[in-house]
């Protein structure tokens, strides 16, 4: 049978089917409907209302399930589109925080890039070069570059200071809590350059500088409760801020040796300025080499030691160092010998560290008895370089050389007995040994000293000395560079940039800088502050300089207070600073200015005796006081005599005026003859 037909059959049948059941249906609803005829009416209405009701409920409820199920829809689909924008936007911040990151390590390499030529370089030209970079990674956001670049526009590296824009940089790091940034701000507050003079703003920003890890702002802020500068004198407070960056310069100083740093006092004459005894004249410079290469051995070594460290303006240069030291060392030089050993034994370029060779240095040096070669072999033995560690050997070496003076060796053994490293501690030769090495400005004795004293370590604890030493320590950071670069600048006639390094060195408490920077100020040389603010601010460093032991800064003070320079004036004063400069420092200067004042009576009692022992005084203290004290007496001599002659005439013709008047108009041949008759008597006496 086909397909199609027995499905047409079966449909039929199906059809038959259902017409039979819907009969069926419709006989059994006839009969239901007769049996409802039969209920009550009010049955029938109530039944109806509640089917309308239920109906109505149905519809409601129907309704709200729609309605919430249309809001879970768009609820699924609102969903879903915040997931898909959520991760279209972690992407973009995935790639905005990798091109971020990419642009970061970017201006960091070139950052390290830039400080790595700055360290190599010897030129102008290279540092100009590192600069670039800064300049570069600042544009990328490199917060140190951004530093590095604000600095060059406060100093005016390179003859690129604009102030304002330093300033804008700084108040944009110091948001980012730079505290480079808060130290600076401090110091251009402090001094009112290109900003509101404002020293509560200056305090408050160096509070935050030091609490930020500013080593410069803790030594300010030392120098300040030292001094009580615009704060109460504290010295437990300047002992806290002054160790902290002691302890950090004398942790450097422990891994290498410090290179002093020469401070050049503007103060001094003209002529011996363009020498200056600091700064090694290029010229003179010539001509050691000249000696060096014909064999003057003591050249020889000494411009391999100033080489060696990079003294008297000189590039350090380790290469030039070890040819100088080689050759005198070939001709005998013990000292060579020494400086060789002690190179190799620390490391260079010039000479790759080596314990052997420095030991076979020193042990030549030290067969000369030289005090060096032996505190290198005191060294070796003290530490293990090479050999194993020899208490005993390295104390034998180190007493050696102490002997002979080499403050080093001091210090060592001072520390050997402040330790107890292979001795019994002993802190009173402790003491002594660091006090010797500290005469010789030996910088890690000194630090040492410190201690004792603030801890009260086998001396009486004295929070003011402490102070004194742990200042001096702190004076050796790499910030006292700016001593050099303030004083070529100033010699270039770069005012501004050398006032700006100055003032901050001033700041810190550098009693050098606090001078200069008086000196730059009272020539109305600078520009960046306004004229009339300039004799005060001078005054006040002046003050600072003073208090800490310039003699010449004391005699300046009583100058300003005598011509009534950025105060009124004031002779007592004035009178009162030349005193204390005369008998505290023996100033000649001041002797002069004393002596005059008491010359003439001003704000002192007149006293020409005085005037003359005070003139005298400074003649004798020094010899360009010569002249000036010979044209200052022989002007009071005159005067003095002028002064006796109308004095005597004024007098006699008093007395004349009054015998003219007692005795008459010719009492002069009344007296002749009373001269007449009283040598007649004489006579007849004398023949009798």
Known sequence: MKPLTLLIQILIIIGVTTKNMEAEGYNKR?????ITTQVSVNKVKQLLSHILEQRKLNKVINRREYLLEKKKNQHKLKVKEIKNKDVLKRNKD?????????????????????????????????????????????????????????DALLFGNFGMQNITAAIQLYE??????????????????????????DQAKALIYYTFGSAGGSMMSQMILGYRYLSGINVLQNCEVALNHYKKVADYIADKLEKSEGIPVEKVRLTERPENLSSNSEILDWDIYQYYKFLAERGDVQIQV??????????????????????????????????????????????????????????????????????????????????????????????????????KGWPNAQFQLGFMYYSGSGVWKDYKLAFKYFYLASQSGQPLAIYYLAEMYATGTGVLRSCRTAVELYKGVCELGHWAEKFLTAYFAYKDGDIDS????????????????????????????????????????????????????????????????????GTKKDYQTAATHYSIAADKYHSAQAMFNLAYMYEHGLGIAKDIHLARRLYDMAAQTSPDAHIPVFFALMKLETMHLLRDILFFNFTMRWKWMKLDNTIGPYWDL??????????????????R
């Open 498 to 565: 050398s006032l700006v390094q100055y003032a901050l060195l001033a700041e810190m408490g550098y009693e050098v800088a606090q001078s200069n920077s008086a000196f730059i100020l009272e020539s109305k040389k600078a520009n960046i502050l306004e004229k009339e603010k300039m004799y005060p601010m001078a005054l006040l460093l002046w003050n600072r300089a003073a208090v800490q032991g310039n003699a010449f800064a004391r005699v300046k003070i009583g100058d300003y207070h005598y011509y009534g320079y």
């Open 30 to 34: 006839q009969k239901e409907k007769n």
């Open 172 to 197: 944009s790091l110091a948001k980012e809590g730079s505290y480079r940034a808060q130290n600076a701000l401090g110091f251009l507050s402090s001094y009112g350059i290109g900003m509101e003079y």
């Open 94 to 150: 995935h790639l905005k925080k990798q091109a971020e990151k990419n642009f970061t390590d970017q201006g960091d390499k070139l950052f390290n890039m830039g400080i790595k030529i700055l360290q190599d370089s010897k030129s102008q030209k290279q540092k100009a070069e590192a600069y670039m970079l800064f300049a570069k990674a600042a544009d990328m956001g490199n917060l140190k570059a951004m530093e590095k670049m604000a």
């Open 302 to 403: 000494s411009l391999g030691q100033l080489h060696l460290i990079g003294r008297k303006g000189l590039d350090q240069d380790y290469y030039k160092a070890l040819y100088y030291f080689l050759k005198a060392a070939k001709a005998g030089s013990a000292n060579a010998m020494a400086f060789i050993g002690k190179m190799y034994l620390e490391g260079n370029a010039a000479a790759p560290q080596n314990n052997a060779t420095a030991f076979k240095y020193f042990s030549m040096a030290a067969d000369k008895g030289n005090a060096i070669g032996l505190y290198g072999l005191g060294l070796l033995h003290f530490h293990g370089k090479g050999i194993p560690v020899n208490y005993a050997e390295a104390l034998k070496y180190f007493q050696k050389a102490a002997e």
């Open 670 to 687: 009344f007296v002749i003859g009373l001269l007449v008759a009283t040598l007649i008597f004489l006579l007849r006496n004398h023949y």
